[in-house]
T-cell receptor
Framework: DTEVTQTPKHLVMGMTNKKSLKCEQH?????MYWYKQKAKKPPELMFVYSYEKLSINESVPSRFSPECPNSSLLNLHLHALQPEDSALYLC?????????????FGPGTRLTVT | AQTVTQSQPEMSVQEAETVTLSCTYDTSESDYYLFWYKQPPSRQMILVIRQEAYKQQNATENRFSVNFQKAAKSFSLKISDSQLGDAAMYFC???????????????FGTGTRLKVLA
C-alpha cells in the first residue's frame, strides 16, 4: 500500500465555522507534512511531524492547528479562516530517518472559505 | 537559505518528441537530494525521478532522465518520446540534509506547465 488518503476531497466553510481535514497513510512512514497550494503555484510547507511530534511550523497562523494522534493519522483543524485561506491542502508522508525516500502525496482537499 | 528556480513557466512539445525542463537551485550543503514531481490537472502529485547529490551518474527512469550538474547547481529533466499523458505541471524539488529533529525540508520550484501537442 503506497497510498496517502485525504478526506474530504472538497470543503466549503464559512469564516465562523470549525472544520477538520484528515490524512492517513499505512506505509509506516514516521514523517508527515501539511502543504498549502494555491492555483498554479508550488506547494508551501506548513507543518512537519516527525514521530508524532511537531518538528517544523512555518509560522502558520493559529487558525490552523495540526494534530498527529498516531503514526498513521494527521489532522488539520481549521477555525475562523479567511477567504485568502482558500487553497488545495496537501498531505504528504516520507520515511525517516532513511535519507533516500521521497515524499508521497495525497490527492489533497480543496478548501473554499466563503 | 536554499532556493529552487524553474525559469520556464510553460513549455510545449510535440507528441513523440523530446523536451527538457530546466531547474537550478542554490545551497551551501553538499549532501542533499533532488526530485522532479509531476502534478496532472486535478490529480495527485507523483514522483517522476530522484537524484542523490553524492552520485555523479545521472538518474534515469524509462523515458525520463536528468542532467545533474552539481557544480553549476543545475538539475534538468529530459522527457523522451513525449506522450499525451505527460501533460502536467512539473515541479523541481530540493530536499535538505536531515535536521536535528530527524526531518527533512522540501523546497519546491515554481513549476513548469508542460503541454503535449498531438
Amino acid at each position: 500500500d503506497t497510498e496517502v488518503t485525504q478526506t474530504p476531497k472538497h470543503l466549503v466553510m464559512g469564516m465562523t465555522n470549525k472544520k477538520s481535514l484528515k490524512c492517513e497513510q499505512h506505509m509506516g512512514h514516521r514523517a508527515m507534512y501539511w502543504y498549502k497550494q494555491k492555483a498554479k503555484k508550488p506547494p508551501e510547507l506548513m507543518f512537519v511531524y516527525s514521530y508524532e511530534k511537531l518538528s517544523i511550523n512555518e509560522s502558520v497562523p493559529s487558525r490552523f492547528s495540526p494534530e498527529c494522534p498516531n503514526s498513521s493519522l494527521l489532522n488539520l483543524h481549521l477555525h475562523a479562516l479567511q477567504p485568502e485561506d482558500s487553497a488545495l491542502y496537501l498531505c504528504a508522508s516520507s520515511q525517516v530517518p532513511q535519507p533516500t525516500y521521497e515524499q508521497y502525496f495525497g490527492p489533497g482537499t480543496r478548501l473554499t472559505v466563503t | 537559505a536554499q532556493t529552487v528556480t524553474q525559469s520556464q513557466p510553460e513549455m510545449s512539445v510535440q507528441e513523440a518528441e523530446t523536451v527538457t525542463l530546466s531547474c537550478t537551485y542554490d545551497t551551501s550543503e553538499s549532501d542533499y537530494y533532488l526530485f522532479w514531481y509531476k502534478q496532472p490537472p486535478s490529480r495527485q502529485m507523483i514522483l517522476v525521478i530522484r537524484q542523490e547529490a553524492y552520485k555523479q551518474q545521472n538518474a534515469t527512469e524509462n523515458r525520463f532522465s536528468v542532467n545533474f550538474q552539481k557544480a553549476a547547481k543545475s538539475f534538468s529533466l529530459k522527457i523522451s518520446d513525449s506522450q499525451l499523458g505527460d501533460a502536467a505541471m512539473y515541479f523541481c524539488a530540493y530536499r535538505s540534509p536531515r535536521s536535528t529533529s530527524g526531518t527533512y525540508k522540501y523546497i519546491f520550484g515554481t513549476g513548469t506547465r508542460l503541454k503535449v501537442l498531438a
